[in-house]
């Protein structure tokens, strides 16, 4: 195994024995492609989704929520191209049955497929006969649509086909009306989701990267078409503004600008942002300018005017957009891969996730310096209930000695570890009526009033 496939291996362990993300239904085998988050990870997930709305909703005068519905009928996506056209390239193995994405096999035989029709597949696979893993023959290459299908109610006929839907944009776009109705806003204005949507993905791999079940945080910044050039640029800077404000290690993203032959049918220009994962550089964010195609369609297929008239310059248009996407999941493994650190402390390897304090999943851990000592504990219980009530995500950590505790929390990146010891409750002495604090990064320590701690960690933990 190399240093990049143990540095996977050592993410998913930890993931796993620490309650960031399991592998969804493992008690009965597993689903693939399919993960839950455990009790620290859903504290992750929640902080970064805070973060997002605060950055791009609450600190914005322009932009507004939503949470729109998973399930959608078949009109809108047939209207939005869904239906018809999110299909990737499957190809099978003729003698397993297996199925494998077309366009994977190709790159795995350093085949570039950018630009190849579904015929253009075939042919490539066999003039250089490729074979399955298995060393097997495929198939020929055909589409296959991502979207999971369902049926609503007990009828069977077509107009109870429904679908979980595949991106949150489309639920934005079709609400389009009733937030101009509702909320009267002016152009340029966006409207923000955060939501899952679902992919039935052909090979779902690589841990939390390639999932059936995943996690959107979209923007639909609606714009006059003349702006759009201007727009595209402003929100690559907040997208690079938010990498950073999260903690991803900026030497590993980067711009990718895709060719139209491989941008999605809705999109006249897209940057990728890439990301250095321990299995490679891949997709972590998109930035579309899907110009109104979408409105457009789904002014077509409702028979609804899907319009905004500039009262300044009286005109009237279909808005354009532009949409910032980033997924959630794919968010997390980027984190987790900038902040795993290893070093050594006492001649012992030590690991830790160097986590931005904003997103950690508890800001602080709190632990007495003995427990079997009841003033000690009091005074510990006292210092936590007072950061829990200003903090929140504040742990209470007794287990084993204070050396461990450290390790434990600098595991699960805890930036910082406040200890109430006897000088804390020794009248008289230099460090009376303080604690101990220890930082996760540098392992340092230093002694603060505790009646000083709210305004230290109110300065250490803000943005
Ligand atoms: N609304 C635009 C849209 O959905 P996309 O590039 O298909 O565009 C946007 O997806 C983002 O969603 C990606 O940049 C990625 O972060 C995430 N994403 C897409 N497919 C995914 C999958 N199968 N598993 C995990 N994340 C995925």
């Known amino acids: 195994m190399n240093n990049d496939e143990q540095l996977m291996e050592k993410i998913i362990s930890l993931c796993k024995t620490r309650g960031f993300i399991f592998q969804a239904g493992e008690l009965y085998g597993g689903m693939s492609g399919i993960f839950d988050y455990g009790p620290l990870g859903t504290l992750l997930k929640n902080n970064i989704k805070n973060l997002w709305i605060r950055k791009f909703v609450e600190n914005r005068r322009d932009t507004y929520l939503l949470d729109s519905a998973i399930i959608m009928g078949e009109k809108p996506l047939t209207a939005s191209g869904h239906v018809g056209t999110f299909v990737d390239p499957l190809v099978t193995d003729l003698e397993t049955g297996k199925d494998y994405r077309a366009d994977h096999i190709l790159e795995e035989n350093n085949i570039n497929p950018e630009g190849m029709t579904i015929d253009h597949m075939t042919q490539s696979i066999k003039d250089n006969n490729i074979s399955s893993p298995e060393g097997n023959d495929f198939g020929d290459v055909r589409e296959f649509n991502l979207m999971l299908k369902t049926q609503l109610g007990s009828s069977s006929d077509s107009s109870s086909t429904a679908y979980l839907r595949p991106e949150t944009a489309q639920g934005i776009f079709i609400n389009y009306k009733n937030i101009m109705d509702s909320m009267h806003p002016k152009i340029p204005f966006g409207v923000a989701q955060i939501g899952k949507a679902y992919r039935n993905e052909i090979t779902p791999r690589n841990f939390i990267f390639r999932l059936r079940e ?29 990498s950073e404000m999260i903690g991803l290690d900026m030497n590993k993203l980067h711009e990718v600008e895709i060719g139209p032959d491989d941008r999605a049918h809705y999109s006249q220009r897209t940057v990728d942002f890439e990301f250095d994962y321990p299995f490679g550089q891949k997709e972590l964010f998109g930035l579309a300018y899907r110009g109104n195609y979408d409105l457009s369609k789904h002014a077509g297929a409702s028979k609804t005017k899907l319009q905004y008239t500039d009262p300044i310059r009286n005109e009237t248009f279909v808005p354009h957009v532009i949409e910032p996407s980033m997924g959630l999941d794919r968010t997390i493994l ?130």
């Open 334 to 463: 980027a984190i987790l891969a900038s902040a795993y650190t290893e070093d050594e402390i006492d001649g012992n390897t030590r690991s830790f996730l160097k986590l931005a304090p904003a997103i950690a999943p508890y800001k602080i851990a709190v632990s007495p310096l003995v427990k079997n000592k009841d003033h000690i504990v009091d005074e510990a219980n006292r210092v936590f209930g007072l950061l829990k009530a200003e903090f929140g995500n504040v742990a209470w950590d007794d287990n084993g000695n204070v050396g461990k505790r450290y390790r434990r929390q600098d595991e699960i990146g805890t930036p910082f570890c406040v200890v109430v010891d006897y000088d804390t409750l020794e009248e008289g002495h230099a460090d009376f009526g303080t604690v101990s604090i220890r930082h996760r990064d540098t392992a340092q320590q230093e002694r603060v009033a505790i009646t000083e701690l709210n305004n230290y960690f109110t300065e250490k933990l803000s943005n």
């Open 214 to 242: 995943l996690e959107q945080m979209e923007i639909e910044y609606f714009i006059h078409p003349d702006s759009w050039e201007a727009e595209f640029d402003y929100w690559k800077d907040e997208m690079n503004e938010w």
